[in-house]
């Protein structure tokens, strides 16, 4: 946690960003964003400090050089071949900061490279290669629907099945999740942007793609019986370990969109058989030996985008700008945690 003295230049920090991620989201694209936190608080529970969502977590930082595959689709800097830094942050899903390591549930790779002149670069990537929902309208019902009743402090269960039956699309990342092996690590597990972005190069033609971080050496998985021995809380240790030792490092790989392909939608991949390019690696140097770190006071909104990297009209891209603002006003303002 950052010290006393800090805060209020953090706060002043958050209430800028707040102002301008606000400004900077289509209000087409919007549910209320205090709705959408509030929502969040009362069907997870409210933890001061914490993130809303990916609460349980730890700071990295690491490197990243751009391929020359990246910078004949870019004109953006962070593929130039030189090292940029990049600000990181590991986490499992949920709101809970004492959420279960060995369950078979999300795990997020946060990255803000920081790029030449002061531009940023940031985005959220989950181990699914699809969200919870197709726009945020039915990711806030979603949530709703998983509301605890005020008697039973459960979930109405008829009220769960009703919505899902009207929205299989929300079914699409529990499903994937329960079909997967609990990850053995932060660093041996794929990360998907899960939306569609425009690599814009030199002479002003866009490639649309949709991008996986890859562990380089491959992804490493758990039995049952290994999941339970290893405990709820191992997967921080385990980063560092791994990190101390040289051996955390993702492929930065773009999946191409053809004519046709559907580019809007955040529960729809791209087909399999679509080329992929690698745009460059990431190397994971050192990681936080506490709860602080440079990422605490960072969204991680992945509206941030450089020059020569566009969105696409994915409703879920442009809507999760707001409450991601809202979130960290009020995760500074509690005292923030990691």
């Known amino acids: ?14 209430a800028a960003a707040t102002a301008a991620l606000l400004a900077a989201a289509p209000a087409a694209a919007q549910v209320d964003p205090t709705r959408f936190v509030d929502t969040f608080e009362r069907t997870f529970g409210k933890f001061e400090g914490f993130r809303r969502s990916g609460a349980k977590g730890v700071c990295a930082v690491g490197s990243f050089v751009g391929s020359a595959e990246g910078r004949a689709l870019s004109v953006s800097s962070a593929f130039s071949g030189q090292p940029v830094p990049v600000v990181v942050r590991f986490s499992v899903g949920g709101a809970n900061p004492k959420a279960p390591d060995n369950a078979r549930s999300q795990r997020n790779l946060a990255l803000q490279f920081n790029l030449p002149g002061g531009e940023t670069w940031q985005m959220g990537n989950i181990s699914a290669p699809v969200f919870g929902a197709a726009t945020p309208e039915q990711f806030i019902g979603r949530l709703e629907s998983l509301m605890p009743d005020a008697e039973t402090k459960r979930p109405n269960p008829d009220k769960v099945k009703a919505f899902a039956d009207a929205n299989p699309e929300v079914l699409l990342q529990g499903k994937y999740f329960a079909s997967q092996p609990v990850p053995a690590s932060f660093g041996k597990v794929n990360y998907w942007g899960v939306h569609a972005f425009g690599f814009v190069d030199a002479a002003g033609k866009k490639q649309f793609g949709k991008w996986i971080f890859e562990p380089v050496g491959g992804t490493q998985t758990l039995t049952d019986d290994e999941a339970k021995a290893k405990g709820t809380d191992f997967l921080i240790d385990d980063l560092r370990q791994r990190v101390a030792a040289g051996g955390v490092a ?19 991949p791209l087909p399999d058989d679509r080329k992929k390019v690698t745009l460059g690696r990431l190397t994971i140097q050192s990681v936080s030996a506490d709860a602080s770190g440079p990422c605490v006071a960072i969204t991680y909104n992945p509206m941030i985008l450089p020059k020569g990297v566009e969105p696409s009209a994915d409703p879920m891209l442009a809507a999760r700008a707001a409450p991601y603002a809202v979130g960290l006003g009020r995760r500074l303002g509690e005292g923030p945690k990691q």
Do not use: E, I
């Not at 946690?1 to 958050?14: G, V």
């Not at 492929?251 to 529960?267: H, I, M, W």
């Open 1 to 14: 946690m950052p010290h006393r003295a800090a805060l209020p230049r953090l706060l002043t920090a958050a």
């Open 250 to 268: 993702f492929d930065f790989n773009l999946q191409l969109a053809q004519p046709g392909d559907k580019l809007d939608s955040a529960v729809t």
